[in-house]
């Protein structure tokens, strides 16, 4: 409750307090019983006090109770009966001492006394947040005597409640405009300023009011500006717009500017409310994007003789540069707004949508290559490389049609020229050995005739004949020297043997092998281990081992069409003191009748094979203190070779 000392004195009969003091005023006798008998017998006074709104009572001058309504007794939580007669202090005890002393200045100055808030005053504190607006007005006798108080109470809980969620939310907004680092203000409604707090702070002016704030903004932005807000006022219509705003260092920033209509129960304008939100940063990022597209279109069109396009997630075109038409054929309205699907090549389709799910994963591809459909059905083989950003995909690719066309007739050439060397060499080689082997084999049947000719005469020349056999022995001697010649090209002694690091000699091999892989769409899985030994051998033939086992894998796998094509190749260490590579394909195969004569001399499976590139290969693996061997699996073949290491020779 308020202390009457806080209190300044109204006139009698103020607005707020209903009813006034005047509708209970009357002659009342001075003593008690007279004043209570008086009041019982009023009807009138009885209806108001059991059909008021608010709580009504009268006290005597020494603060007893004369008379009470149920609903002041709310405050306190004592009956009617139990209030009359009894003193403040008998019933309130906790507040007796400031009601006392309002009654004392009532009676000093004659004065009503209004506007006291007093909370609910239960013993059991169960109406403790409950608040009363109460008025205190004299009741006098006629000859102008005061002989009594007439209370007035209201009950204002909810509007109490209502004021301090409005505190609340006034104090939530002030806090969230500070942490917003947003300029606030409010203008009346004609769109003058009338609170720029936030304004004066962040430009510097110490004078804002009215249309003052324009004098804060650029030169160039004013008029503008005030063309807007002028429509907003006259339309009662949100008001949004941009402009820059001079900061009090005299630099000026972008702000976007927002307000809203504060209306009247009327629907008259109270004030605005606005904000301005910096939007400097996004504004000049978005002025530097815009130059930079415009560049890059002016660089497609002019420049650019790749194929540019923009795309979403799911592979959905965007946007293409014009070389797309000039490539493939389709115009701008064909492709934007499609994915490339309709365009692939079937047997592109599958790998292209899984790269487009690597794309995701990885944000980046280097080189992808695959074949799209050129408007006369026609296929271009195109390489691809591509960056994916905040969830659009921009991506370059280079027509490679005539340069894979090239590389491809390139390989043919090469392929056949290689085949007729070898034809030639085998030629020459088989020649060459015809010729030494023919010369002794010559001799020992010449010398054999000679030999029958001696024996046939009717009295045996034997010593001729020995002659003659010796001889056929010694032509049989130079016959298998000319054999192990040739058996020596291929043996031990070939070539100068060094250390090796074989995972670097079959990255070698692997590099050489990569664009006939690519063109055969070949996958490769390296897992060449860091741990394994050197191994002493010659590089040239070595090579040539794995590099007929690739090729061999690579054709192999050239027919398979309904599994993935993967060349596999592996190091590791095999029994301490060797190292095993294994080369696994996933083609055809090895048909297992077959796999006891893989190895044989001119034994081949392929229509226009020789059958010595697996017995040489072997050859020169044993010759190394090696092995090579194939092990059949469901799907293609490994093979298998172990080489002993620098240290195992030694």
């Given amino acids: 409750m308020t202390s009457p000392e806080d209190v300044n004195a109204t006139p009698d009969g103020a607005a707020d307090i209903k009813p006034s003091a005047s509708a209970l005023r009357f002659a009342v006798p001075s003593p008690l019983e007279s004043k209570s008998a008086t009041f019982d017998q009023s009807p009138g006074l009885s209806w108001i006090y059991d059909t008021a709104p608010i709580g009504l009572a009268v006290l005597t001058p020494d603060c007893r109770y004369l008379r009470i309504n149920q609903r002041l007794t709310e405050i306190c939580g004592i009956s009617v009966a139990d209030h009359i007669g009894r003193s403040v202090r008998e019933t309130v005890p906790q507040v007796a001492e400031q009601v006392e002393k309002i009654v004392q200045l009532i009676l000093q100055t004659g004065e009503s006394i209004t506007g ?12 403790a947040e ?97 063309a807007v807000w002028h429509y907003a006022f006259s339309m009662r219509s949100p008001c949004e717009t941009e402009f820059r705003i001079r900061r009090r260092d005299g ?28 939007i400097d940063a996004r504004k000049r990022a978005t002025e530097q994007q815009t130059d930079a597209e415009e560049a890059l279109r002016r660089l497609n069109e002019n420049l650019a003789q790749d194929m540019l396009v923009v795309a979403d997630a799911e592979g959905k075109i965007l946007t293409v540069n014009p070389v797309w038409t000039s490539i493939l054929g389709w115009s701008e309205i064909d492709l934007v707004g499609n994915t490339s699907d309709w365009l692939l090549h079937p047997d592109d389709l599958k790998k292209t949508r899984a790269e487009l799910v690597q794309l995701a994963e990885s944000n980046r591809t280097l080189r992808f290559e695959n074949r799209l459909r050129h408007k006369d059905g026609s296929f271009c083989r195109l390489s691809w490389t591509a960056v994916s950003d905040r969830g659009l995909i921009y991506a370059v690719a280079r027509d ?107 990255r070698g091999v692997l590099a050489v092998m990569h664009a006939e892989m690519e063109s055969q769409q070949i996958s490769q899985q390296i897992d060449l281990s860091d741990g394994v030994s050197q191994v002493m051998g010659d590089r040239v033939s070595l090579q040539q081992v794995f ?32 190292v095993l590579i294994k080369v696994e394909d996933t083609g055809t195969g090895i048909d297992a009748n077959d796999m006891g004569r893989i190895f044989d001399a001119y034994f081949t499976t392929k229509p226009d094979g020789m059958g010595l590139g697996l017995p040489l290969c072997r050859s020169i693996v044993e010759a190394h203190g090696g092995h090579l061997w194939t092990t059949a699996i469901p799907h293609g073949s490994i093979f298998n070779v172990v080489l002993p290491t620098a240290e195992a020779v030694r």
């Fill in 547 to 578: 590099l007929n086992l690739i090729m061999n894998a690579i054709e192999a796998m050239a027919v398979v069409t309904d599994r993935p094509r993967l060349l596999s190749v592996t190091s590791e260490m095999h029994e301490r003191q060797h």
């Fill in 251 to 278: 630099i000026h920033l972008w702000h976007q500017a927002r307000s809203v209509a504060i209306l009247e129960a009327d629907g008259s304008i109270r004030e605005w409310v606005g904000m301005c939100v910096d």
């Fill in 400 to 506: 490679i049609t005539e340069l894979r066309a090239a590389e491809d007739e390139l390989r043919t050439s090469r392929q056949e020229l290689a085949r007729a060397n070898r034809q030639l060499t085998m030629g020459a080689m088989s020649a060459s050995i015809a010729h030494e082997i023919n010369q002794p084999l010559a001799a020992i049947v010449t010398n054999g005739n000679a030999g029958l000719r001696w024996l046939a005469r009717s009295t045996p020349d034997l010593e001729e004949a020995r002659a003659v056999f010796k001889r056929i022995v010694d032509d049989g001697n130079r016959a298998s020297q000319v054999i192990a010649s040739v058996r020596a090209m291929f043996g031990k002694d070939r070539g100068e043997k060094t250390r090796l690091d074989l995972n670097e000699l079959v």
């Fill in 116 to 127: 006291i808030e007093v909370n609910g005053q239960r013993a059991d504190k169960t109406n």
């Fill in 130 to 226: 409950r608040v009363w607006l109460t008025g205190w007005h004299p009741l006098k006798a006629p000859e102008g005597g005061i002989v009594g108080i007439n209370v007035v109470a209201e009950e204002i809980t909810e509007r109490k409640r209502s004021e301090a969620a409005l505190a609340a939310a006034e104090q939530r907004y002030r806090a969230l405009v500070h942490a917003t680092s947003s300029l606030v203000w409010t203008s009346a409604a004609d769109g003058q300023m009338i609170d720029v707090t936030e304004w004066c702070a962040y430009t510097g002016q110490s004078l804002a009011q009215g249309w003052g704030w324009l004098d804060a903004l650029h030169p160039s932005d004013r008029e503008g500006t005030l």
